[in-house]
């Protein structure tokens, strides 16, 4: 299921009107995503404040953000423009795949409330395939 | 048995008070179809379901999509029962329409994705806690009988 130019066209349109409102954005996912499924918070235990709007919720996703808009920068080569983020997630965080799946589809929830009108089924395949690949390729060195 | 809490059982019951199944069972039936294409292997006799445009306006779609959103009205009228009360509906979609269970997913996050759009900030990440939870009890409850 690889991304098709009309994917990738959706996807850098979308993260354009997204613009500003990145940071906001992120953290309310990740913020829905140690609610809605607390297994990701075994990976926070550090935190002093897991609660939605929280400081260090704020702070990671905004982290997390950026993250995907080298994501979006590299399209055309996620495994190679993500490579370093990959050693991270594979040696160091070590962070159980599945989770990304958790994340994104907070963050499409986020889309969903954000943008009612935009965020219509053509953009959320794109988005969600995006999401998938960055997940792949997040993943490339775990093994 | 599944425990609910009081917040789980009154946001539940104030959701689907408020939808209106017309307009969100289609939307997630239809949403569901053009993100997972894949799905669409069910309703081979649907007629058009070519592009997004042609399942948004597909009237079988429309009617199915609304038939689907009431199957969870005996979720919220047996809350407590969930396992037993769709026993015979999970035999349906095992035995006589061959639906692979892990769709069931498919559509669930679809649901929520629609309703998180027509709810907007009220779709706190409580109320989505909730709602999901709701959800794969359901999706549990019918991917159970088969085998």
Same mark, same amino acid.
């Given at each position: @299921?690889?991304?098709?130019?009309?994917?990738?066209?959706? =996807?850098?349109?979308?993260?354009?009107?997204?613009?500003?409102?990145?940071?906001?954005? !992120?953290?309310?996912?990740?913020?829905?995503?140690?609610?809605?499924? *607390?297994?990701?918070?075994?990976?926070?235990?550090?935190?002093?404040?897991?609660?939605?709007?929280?400081? *260090?919720?704020?702070? #990671?996703?905004?982290?997390?953000?950026?993250? =995907? !808009?080298?994501?979006?920068?590299?399209?055309?080569?996620?495994?190679?423009?993500?490579?370093?983020?990959?050693?991270?997630?594979?040696?160091? %965080?070590? =962070?159980?795949?599945?989770?990304?799946?958790?994340?994104?589809?907070?963050?499409?929830?986020?889309?969903?409330?954000?943008? *009612?009108?935009?965020?219509?089924?053509?953009?959320?395949?794109?988005? +969600?395939?995006?999401?998938?690949?960055?997940?792949?390729?997040?993943?490339?060195?775990?093994? | @048995?599944?425990?609910?809490?009081?917040?789980?059982?009154?946001?539940?019951?104030?959701?689907?008070?408020?939808?209106?199944?017309e307009v969100v069972g289609p939307a997630a039936l239809s949403?569901?179809?053009?993100?997972?294409?894949?799905?669409?292997?069910?309703?081979?006799?649907?007629?058009?379901?070519?592009?997004?445009?042609?399942?948004?306006?597909?009237?079988?779609v429309a009617? #199915?999509g609304t &038939?689907?959103?009431?199957? %969870?009205?005996?979720? $919220?009228?047996?809350?407590?029962?969930?396992?037993?009360?769709?026993?015979?509906?999970?035999? $349906?979609?095992?035995?006589?329409?061959?639906?692979?269970?892990?769709?069931?997913?498919?559509?669930?996050?679809? %649901? &929520?994705? =629609?309703?998180?759009?027509? @709810?907007?900030?009220?779709? &706190?990440? +409580?109320?989505?806690?909730?709602?999901?939870?709701?959800?794969?009890?359901?999706?549990?409850?019918? !991917?159970?009988?088969? #085998?």
């Amino acid at each position: @299921m690889s991304l098709t130019n009309k994917d990738k066209d959706i =996807v850098k349109a979308f993260w354009a009107k997204i613009g500003g409102k990145a940071d906001e954005i !992120g953290a309310d996912a990740l913020g829905r995503m140690l609610m809605v499924y *607390p297994q990701s918070k075994t990976y926070f235990a550090h935190w002093k404040d897991l609660s939605p709007g929280s400081a *260090p919720v704020k702070k #990671h996703g905004k982290t997390v953000m950026a993250g =995907v !808009g080298t994501a979006v920068a590299k399209i055309d080569d996620l495994a190679g423009g993500l490579l370093t983020l990959s050693e991270l997630h594979a040696f160091t %965080l070590r =962070v159980d795949p599945a989770n990304f799946k958790s994340l994104a589809h907070c963050f499409l929830v986020v889309l969903a409330i954000t943008y *009612p009108k935009d965020f219509t089924p053509e953009v959320h395949m794109a988005v +969600d395939k995006f999401l998938a690949a960055l997940a792949r390729a997040l993943s490339e060195k775990y093994r | @048995m599944v425990e609910w809490t009081d917040f789980e059982r009154a946001t539940i019951q104030d959701i689907f008070s408020k939808i209106n199944y017309e307009v969100v069972g289609p939307a997630a039936l239809s949403r569901c179809l053009v993100v997972y294409p894949w799905t669409q292997r069910y309703f081979g006799n649907f007629g058009n379901l070519y592009n997004a445009a042609a399942i948004a306006s597909n009237p079988l779609v429309a009617k #199915h999509g609304t &038939t689907i959103l009431h199957g %969870l009205d005996r979720a $919220l009228k047996n809350m407590d029962n969930i396992k037993e009360t769709y026993s015979e509906l999970s035999v $349906l979609h095992s035995e006589k329409l061959h639906v692979d269970p892990d769709n069931f997913k498919l559509l669930s996050d679809c %649901l &929520t994705i =629609v309703l998180a759009a027509q @709810m907007g900030k009220d779709f &706190t990440a +409580d109320v989505q806690g909730a709602f999901q939870k709701f959800l794969s009890v359901v999706v549990s409850a019918l !991917g159970r009988q088969y #085998h």
